[in-house]
């Protein structure tokens, strides 16, 4: 079966990088661009509707996610019917590039982003970074950012040894401080797992008026991936759109992550860390209701001992 040239149906895997990029080349001529920026960026957009959805994602991320190697923005754009700009790397490189620098540059000098009635940059962990960073070139525009790096120089977030590679790579010329680049934004919120310590540091760099900052626990490491397998990731840029995003409505949203199972491992996992028999057997109990799921069967059966041996004194 051939391509089709809507880009939602085409199937890019198995592709290398270079071959990848002239696919998304080809599929975004006839409804907008795609752009290579130097060897390690492309931009595509597609135009649809009279709101912008800007996104920031990583080639590698890409093609683990979906088996069509298709950017998670076109399937927010395809959920949405949204407009779409997609920024793509090579590799997790933050998108300090000059040539990503210089896109951004020639965007805002020739009032791309004043087509639209309504402007939503998202990206998630480096996307997130960058996400917030670019938002500056779409004044007023509405941000949503999952685990991102307020910075990664050295001279600020030294305390943060994950990306010792990046030490080098210059965070200060221009949209090089993220949080100082959202106070152009209208709205921004930033989501993170408060359960991962360094995460939660970046968060806490973003601390300005008009950032949200929202916090959810037991999600794992990925929450870009959580909050689309539960299908809350739409429906958050839906009430962003709609102004109606707040951490009370986030809160009721992420309530789906009840039937996640790799929810419920996490947090099973870290109930039984802290020893905490009692809660261990309640979540195994809900689990069991709903499948069948042998880990579950087996703490069950641990906690169950463990409570046993504390009401008869036995501690060894």
Not at 11 to 40: I, M, T
Not at 42 to 51: D, G, L, R, T, Y
Not at 151 to 165: A, E, M, N
Request: charge should be negative; proline fraction near 4%; include cysteine.
């Amino acid at each position: 079966m051939q391509d089709s040239n809507t880009p939602t149906d085409a199937d890019l895997s198995g592709l290398n990088w270079d071959d990848w990029c002239g696919r998304v080349q080809d599929l975004a001529y006839e409804d907008g661009f795609a752009e290579r920026l130097g060897p390690s960026h492309v931009a595509a957009f597609i135009e649809k509707k009279p709101v912008l959805l800007v996104t920031f994602e990583s080639f590698e991320a890409i093609r683990a996610r979906t088996d069509s190697a298709h950017p998670v923005g076109w399937q927010l754009m395809q959920a949405l019917g949204w407009s779409q700009l997609c920024l793509i790397s090579d590799g997790d490189t933050w998108f300090r590039d000059r040539h990503v620098i210089g896109f951004f540059d020639r965007l805002i000098d020739d009032g791309f982003f004043e087509d639209f009635e309504q402007v939503i940059f998202y990206g998630a962990g480096p996307g997130g970074y960058a996400a917030a960073a670019f938002s500056v070139a779409a004044p007023g525009a509405k941000v949503l950012v999952l685990q991102p790096q307020a910075t990664l120089d050295p001279r600020v977030t030294d305390w943060d040894d994950r990306f010792r590679h990046m030490r080098r790579t210059d965070f200060t010329s221009r949209f090089g401080y993220a949080p100082d680049m959202l106070d152009a934004a209208e709205r921004a919120f930033v989501v993170y797992d408060q359960e991962n310590d360094l995460d939660a540091m970046h968060a806490a760099l973003f601390t300005r008026p008009n950032v949200t900052k929202i916090r959810v626990r037991f999600l794992d490491m990925d929450l870009e991936t959580a909050l689309l397998r539960m299908q809350v990731l739409y429906r958050m840029l839906a009430q962003l759109s709609a102004d109606k995003l707040t951490a009370i409505n986030t809160a009721r949203l992420m309530r789906n992550r009840r039937e996640d199972p790799a929810y419920q491992f996490t947090l099973l996992r870290h109930l039984e860390a802290r020893g905490r028999h009692r809660l261990v057997m309640l979540l195994c109990h809900e689990v069991l209701k709903r499948r069948s799921a042998r880990p579950f069967r087996k703490a069950l059966n641990a906690a169950e001992t463990a409570l046993a041996d504390e009401k008869d004194g036995n501690t060894d």
